[in-house]
């Protein structure tokens, strides 16, 4: 009967149940035609069902003995094929189509439905007076597999019933408890390109998978209507050809919502791959973070159908356009660890290069609850923020590259350069590597960092940005660092820096704890480095001892720092120092400290003395102060090696040759005119020289006219201790000015440079200098009363003091510099009659005239003892008791 029926050919799509099948025919110029056809005289048994919430009274079935297995007999034996397919006739109203199937093997044909009534699986329906030919031999196969007991007529039949695990409650749970194994598993529907529910075998949990990493375009809804998205049938007959009901192997990778992400395997390959490699999906980056494996392949294949403009990407731009990278990968040597993403190199040229990670995001402040984002401020001592320590898990992130990479050489490959924007230079960004470990994942993988959220359309990322993305979903998931439900660690850090008072507080721990621990922050200079000693949690400013090191240039930066040039080998200094120490752990030996609370003491790098190093190589000399220390043998040597070698400051070093000095015997005079503008609680005082005087003045009447004329805006000043300003005197006249002290932020101390006086002012009397007014040097000089001395009774110097005071303020004089003593002018004041002024002081018995030895000052000597003896024999001031000088005076019981 069959065989007198007309044949048609199609390919099977989907099996329904062990008597249904849905056949899709031959495309005619747009989507293939699908039947479904029942098998003609036969009933399968059916399968479960879930209930639908959707309908009312729904209700869960169970499946009947060996209804799975006839669904699957006919799934193994027909899905995919191409088979012919005649229909015997339709069932009025309903439409149902019933026939015969048939796969051709060679040059016969095999009947579907006598094959699976061989096996038992189906019954046949028994009706009619005369059955036909063909449903006489159905019956005679089903008495056959009742009398062997086959199928559904087995004495087990009852055990055939599936147990149908219809949703997972807890789909964490149980992502957990099976990660990373791979389920046998058969598809069962194509929701849309990307999206698939299968059975996961052998234990039947029905489970809704979308593939991870991919997206494939869908169907949206508006409203009740359902709008397709561009290829969206298109990217699912794709996946529905290839997958439906086909038997794959199933990776769980992650959650999302109820439904599981997953890796779908056929044995033809990854079909997440393929839909990207035809243009039906593009990468995410939320799912490519669980991915197990093949992160490249899928990159490379959107990669693939991008530049080939398939489909989704045909009307693709690139995002950015590409920037020219010379020595895309190179090696060098780690100098410093800049926070927490970025990286100072240095090549095999030498040059250096600063490398930021890339597509990582380093430690930042939290939004505070009101949605604020916080910011690091300090009012009460009005200091500079300090991120490192103040931003949690900055400080980690940073001590964790830098106790890895500092010193050690590692891999760079540039993935983009990120032009300047928001005020922020160009950045060059890279995945940097050592012995293959990614350094960004590692950060990240200890919750130290995050990975950077790129736009979807952003082509500038890290070449290894999926394992960034995994590195995250582990720390997030072992709740490490940035994820962790603890409190951040607080660094609560005392800066000496600067801080006098601070830091003597400080003086007497370091000393007495020896040798401290400590890591070099900053280098300033070949002996002045910033340092933080983790154990005392303060920060410092330390000054290595023993040397004389050469000063380093300064470089004009954004904030306009005036560049000094350095001295000779001060940069080479700086380099040496820098090499040696920036950011390695070191230990300090304090000493002492200086008045402006900087730490003095000895550097031990790797046991090393950084002093003796520094005059080792030249680049230091030695300070009379390493004398009464124990490394000053050590340093003598070095030094004397260094003038051998003639390395770096002794380039041009000579031996001395012996010369015969010939001491002097006449004082010489040279007198300048000078006017004494300020007195000192000393016998010292401030002059102007008198030849200059015309430019001083027009100098201020330049500084008046030019401020009368243009008055500066009170308070806008912010004074620094150093700076150079222009203060309002008691005469309403300007007077340049230098920045002494901030006493606070309403009082400043000023000294007035032309002038030698000090005065504490409110700062809306202080302004900045013009800087046309910074050139000419400071006209106040100081200088000191050579050949007396004060007296010790506090009375009595006061007494001097005045007198000396009124004798000199705002007079016109003829100084000499008498002699020098550290790097100080003592000088005699003589007025125009010729009176001494020193002479005077010890003819009135005010002052003590000192002991001098140099033979061309003993001339001038004598006259001054004269001058004594004349105040000693008349009683006068400090001799009114007689002469206070003699330890044997008869006056205190002591014999001649």
């Not at 230079?425 to 960092?449: D, H, R």
């Amino acid at each position: 009967m069959a065989k007198t029926l007309q044949m048609n050919r199609g390919i099977v799509k989907q099996v329904l149940s062990g008597d249904s099948v849905v056949i899709r025919g031959q495309p005619r110029g747009g989507p293939p035609p699908e039947r479904q056809l029942c098998l003609s005289n036969v009933n399968a048994p059916k399968l479960a069902r879930r209930s639908n919430p959707n309908v009312e009274g729904s209700v869960e079935t169970r499946d009947e003995p060996f209804a799975w297995e006839a669904r699957e007999f006919l799934r193994k034996m027909l899905i995919g094929k191409e088979v012919l397919f005649s229909v015997e006739y339709k069932v009025p109203g309903t439409g149902r189509e019933y026939g015969c199937i048939f796969l051709e093997k060679g040059d016969e044909l095999e009947n579907v439905t006598e094959a699976i009534v061989s096996e038992g699986l189906v019954e046949v329906r028994r009706g009619g007076i005369k059955p036909s030919d063909d449903q006489t031999k159905l019956i005679d196969l089903e008495e056959m597999a009742k009398t062997v007991a086959k199928g559904k007529w087995g004495a087990d039949a009852s055990d055939h019933i599936r147990a149908i695990t219809w949703n997972v409650e807890n789909p964490r749970h149980f992502l957990d408890a099976n990660s990373g194994k791979e389920f046998n598993a058969v598809i069962e529907h194509v929701r849309d390109g990307c999206t698939v529910r299968a059975f996961l075998l052998p234990d039947f949990y029905h489970v809704t998978i979308m593939l991870t990493g991919v997206k494939c375009p869908m169907i949206r809804r508006d409203g009740d209507k359902e709008i397709p998205e561009p290829f969206s049938d298109e990217a699912k007959f794709f996946t529905e050809s290839r997958l439906l009901q086909r038997e794959v192997k199933i990776i769980l990778e992650g959650v999302s919502n109820q439904n599981f992400l997953g890796s779908i395997i056929h044995p033809a390959g990854n079909i997440a791959e393929l839909l990207l490699r035809e243009g039906f999906a593009r990468c995410v980056d939320w799912s490519m973070a669980v991915l197990s494996k093949g992160h490249d392949k899928l990159r490379s294949a959107e990669k693939f159908a991008r530049e080939k403009r398939l489909r989704m990407w045909k009307d693709y731009v690139p995002s950015a356009p590409l920037v020219p990278i010379k020595n895309k990968e190179f090696t060098g040597k780690v100098i410093e660890c800049v926070n927490a993403d970025a990286l100072v190199i240095r090549t095999v040229d030498g040059t250096q290069k600063k490398i930021h990670l890339s597509s990582l995001r380093s430690p930042r402040l939290l939004p505070k609850e009101d949605g604020t984002q916080d910011t690091i401020t300090n009012v009460k001592d009005n200091r500079k923020p300090r991120p490192l320590y103040e931003v949690p898990y900055m400080f980690e992130a940073r001590e964790f590259l830098r106790k890895k990479l500092v010193g050690k050489k590692v891999n760079v490959k540039i993935d983009y350069i990120k032009p300047p924007s928001d005020g922020f230079p160009e950045k060059t960004c890279a995945t940097v590597t050592i012995s293959g470990i990614n350094i960004a994942e590692a950060l990240i993988s200890k919750g130290f960092a995050t990975a950077l959220r790129h736009r979807q359309d952003d082509d500038q990322r890290s070449s290894c940005y999926d394992d960034l993305l995994a590195a995250e979903t582990r720390a997030i998931k072992n709740g490490k660092g940035l994820h962790s439900k603890k409190d951040s660690p607080i660094h609560r850090v005392a800066d000496l820096s600067g801080e006098p008072t601070k830091a003597k507080q400080f003086l007497p721990f370091l000393q007495r704890a020896g040798r401290s621990s400590g890591i070099v922050e900053f280098v300033a200079s070949g002996s002045r480095l910033r340092l933080y000693l983790p154990k005392e949690t303060c920060l410092i400013t330390f000054l290595v001892a023993g040397i004389s090191c050469p000063r380093a240039g300064r470089i004009v930066t954004s904030q306009g720092v005036i560049a000094t040039e350095g001295e000779p080998c001060g940069d080479e200094a700086l380099s040496f120092t820098k090499d040696l120490c920036m950011q390695r752990e070191v230990e300090v030996q304090v000493e002492a400290i200086d008045k402006a609370g900087n730490f003095i003491g000895w550097l031990f790098v790797d046991n090393t003395n950084l002093s003796v190093s520094l005059v080792e190589a030249g680049l230091s000399q030695v300070h009379f102060t390493a004398e009464r220390s124990n490394f000053y043998h050590q340093l003598s040597q070095a030094e004397e090696q260094a003038k051998l070698q003639k390395l770096k400051l002794w380039a041009n070093y000579e031996e001395p040759k012996e010369i015969v000095v010939v001491e002097e015997t006449e004082r010489k005079c040279n007198y300048k005119k000078v006017i004494v503008t300020e007195t000192k609680q000393t016998l010292s005082f401030w002059a102007q020289h008198v030849d200059s005087g015309g430019q001083l003045e027009k100098l201020m009447d330049d500084l008046h006219n030019e401020l009368s004329s243009s008055p500066p805006l009170p308070g806008s000043y912010s004074a620094r201790k150093g700076d150079l300003c222009a203060a309002l005197f008691v005469d309403n006249n300007w007077y340049r000015a230098r920045v002494e002290g901030v006493a606070s932020p309403k009082e400043i101390h000023v000294f007035y440079i032309d002038y030698g006086n000090k005065e504490v002012l409110p700062v809306s009397k202080l302004c900045p200098l013009p800087s046309a007014f910074h050139s000419f040097p400071s006209q106040a000089h100081e200088y000191n009363m050579s050949f007396i001395e004060l007296p010790k009774d506090v009375e009595q110097v006061a007494d001097a003091l005045e007198a000396f005071r009124t004798l000199v303020i705002n007079r016109q004089f003829m100084l000499n510099v008498e002699y020098k003593s550290q790097g100080q002018d003592y000088v005699t004041l003589v007025q125009e009659n010729g009176d001494d002024i020193a002479k005077s002081l010890v003819t009135d018995g005010l002052v003590t005239v000192e002991k001098r030895k140099e033979k061309r000052l003993q001339k001038l000597m004598e006259e001054y003892y004269r001058a004594q003896d004349v105040a000693r024999k008349a009683r006068v001031n400090l001799w009114r008791y007689g002469d206070f000088t003699e330890d044997d005076a008869r006056e205190f019981g002591c014999s001649a």
